[in-house]
């Protein structure tokens, strides 16, 4: 009520100063124009009777000058009509025109010989007198004077303030009456049903995940309290993880527990991330710059760790609009609604990103190490892009951490094989920790690659390399004592090259849990509607459009499980949420054509007027669309040929907080090694996949909880904090040379 009242008085005043300078400017333009319309008036008379007057004053007729003035002496509000001689003497006037001298100065007049008007007042009353010199050739015979009666134009200025006023309570009036209904209908409103929403969410009563107002003025607080339910939601659910633990003396890593076990850690060092892969994208749209997270399990994972450590991330700017966002360091606070932590952009070439990126990487590193029938490419000129791109990045990081002693580097996958031999070769106090998210493959397969020996020393020189699985440290350890000299130490698993050691370790990689409620089946109904689908039992996968996820041999396995069991035909959709990535490749491109032409093979032969087997989806999707089917979905395919851990199978199990679903696993995973409730496949074996669907499709309810309650229980006991935890813990306890930090 108080902002009503506060509100509305404030409206009233500025109307009312509104309405007062505009009622001033109208009083003042009336009174100049009546004031002038009368004095026009005067002076037609005047010379009207300029030309009775003359020759009667010439001839020096008193009675006749009295004729005259009379006879003119009764017009509209005309007081009267004086003449006087050349002296200033009265020699004739109207009879209501009296004491003449008080009303003009005809000395003065005749003096100037020029006419004069202006307003008097007189008893009360307002009078305009108008004066004129009666002349004769060069002879003057006197003065004329007209006296009009000028109460009129008050009156009227004073009508014009009036009506005036009147309008301004009516507007007032109508303005407090429709600010009341504005406020209430539109502002209080809302406002009561955000607070209550909000006090249910406080008293813990089940809320729906939006805000209940949808007016354009409420977006901003509507968005920021969606914020608010999240951030209240996971601290209440870790809170709540945290109670039961303590319970039975079990112990649950969050993202707080990691800001705090890295503060004590890094001890007011620095940490710096490196990685290929920015976090946030910033495109154009239109004249609008629009913030996008990339597909990628690097960001999915890393991307809460960061957010927990609140470090410096330095990645390739690959957005159009990146430049335009960073400040004059090329940094910007992201993620943009929440900044938490810094991200630094490097800048790179076309040239620079073909031979880097898509050549030397993507075209022989990745192929090489994922062993997927896919020929490793390998070019000199990609070589050298390679290592000029590592070099760039290496002066980035070394920028960032002039002024720090001893800070942290943990640089990301195998974008950077040489960049920790570069760092550490300029700061040797510097911890550096690299993390290789793909496989490592057996030391015959490195030796494909012509620069093994120049890879495997950069990568030497990190203090920490990280694997997600043990079979890859085994393999780097056999490739290192094939390759180069130095020293194996296998039951600590460190390498020795010219007396700087670095250790090999297993680090599972893993997800952030999914805090967010489920909102149950009246979601899946609206998904599968927007989706076109009909009431149908559906399976999900998600992936990268690459030639190592499989994709071809799970659509065979689908085609399969339609022939060997008919039963399930329209009874079940399978949907493939693909994200092209690297068509820039020709096996990339080539490999988008046939899993096109698979699809529509399959879709064709069984499909119905109403139903379709396979539902591709071939876009990239946010994090919400892909949790939205993770729970509507029965059953996940992840059928990789080869992969390092792979988080979509995780990712999967932590999004089904109902405990129902299936998940199906591929045995060449990293993730197969730890979730062994999954139902393990070879995604080779088209029957063995098919029945595997069948199965979890016909699984009962209580086997289902089973599982995924032991496979969310591993998920849960080791998330992504702790996997960062474990990385940061034995990274900072790295020995290092003590050095001053090298000159920039």
Known sequence: MKISLRLIVSLVVVLTAAIALFTLNQTRREYDRLTNDLSRRAQLLAESLQEATAPVLAAQNPSALKRIVDKFGN???????????????????TSNLTNTASLLDVPAVLASGEDRAELVDRDGHSLHVYALPLVDGERVLGALAVVHDADYIRARVKQIWT??????LTYAFAIAVTTLIVVRWSIAGPIARMAEWMQQ?????DTPGKPPVHEPLFRPLASEAARMVTSLTQARASAEQEARLRQSSESLWTAERLKEFVRGRLQGRAFVLVSNREPYVHTRRGKAIECVVPASGLVTALEPVMRACEGLWVAHGSGDADA???DEDDRVRVPPDEPAYTLKRVWLTKEEEEGYYYGFANEGLWPLCHIAHTRPVFRSGDWAAYQAVNAKFAAAVLSEIKDSVEPLVLVQDYHFALLPRL??????????????????PNAEAVAICPWQREILDGMLGADLIGFHIQFHCNNFLDTIDRVLECRLDRERFAVTRESHTTLVRPYPISVAPWETPDPGPRDRDALLKEAGLPAVRIGVGVDRIDYTKGLLERFRGI?????????????????ELGAPSRTHIPRYHDLVSEIDAEVDRINWRFRTKTWSPILFLKQHHSHREILRWYR???VCLVTSLHDGMNLVAKEYVS??????????????????????DALIVNPYDTEQLADAIRYALAMPPDEQRRRMLALREQIRSYNVYRWAAALVDDLSQVRVTSAEPAPP
Do not use: C
């Open 201 to 205: 969410l406080r008293l813990g009563y």
């Open 75 to 93: 017009r509209e509000r005309l007081t009267g009509i004086a003449v006087f001689d050349p002296a200033g003497v009265l020699l004739a006037a």
């Open 163 to 168: 009506d005036n006023f009147f309008h301004l």
């Open 324 to 326: 335009a966002t960073v």
């Open 559 to 575: 085609e399969r499980l339609f022939e060997k069991y008919p039963e399930f035909r329209e009874r079940f959709v399978f949907v």
């Open 655 to 676: 999004a089904r907080q109902d405990g129902l679903g299936a998940l199906i696993l591929s045995v060449f995973t990293g993730a197969s090694r730890e979730m062994t």
């Open 632 to 634: 509507a979905a029965e």
């Open 423 to 440: 760092i550490k070769a300029a700061r040797p106090d510097a911890r550096v920790g690299l993390f290789w998210h793909i496989p490592w």
